[in-house]
């Protein structure tokens, strides 16, 4: 684990946004959510996805579902 809690994929995920918010790969608007707390919501999300036994979808469809859904919220 990081110093600050954070898991290593969320460090990574959290690179990966600050990246796209500087590059305007992810549009800059005056209320975007900082990097971490990105990171943090696919992380979560992404766990609730492993962990539930709740959809008849495999897991991979329902993520590949979250991150399309959370990408376009951003970039719109």
């Known amino acids: 684990m990081e110093k600050n809690g954070a ?18 790969e992810l549009p800059a608007f ?3 959510p900082p990097p971490h707390t990105v990171a943090d ?4 999300s992404a766990t609730a996805i ?8 495999p897991n991979s ?3 590949v579902a979250l ?3 959370f990408s376009r919220g951003l970039a719109n």
């Open 7 to 24: 898991l290593p994929i969320q460090k990574v995920v959290k690179d990966i946004i600050t990246q796209a918010y500087a590059t305007g």
């Open 30 to 32: 005056a209320h975007r």
């Open 41 to 44: 919501t696919i992380f979560i």
């Open 50 to 57: 492993l962990f539930a036994d709740a959809s008849v979808k």
């Open 61 to 63: 469809e329902n993520l």
């Open 67 to 69: 991150l399309s859904v």
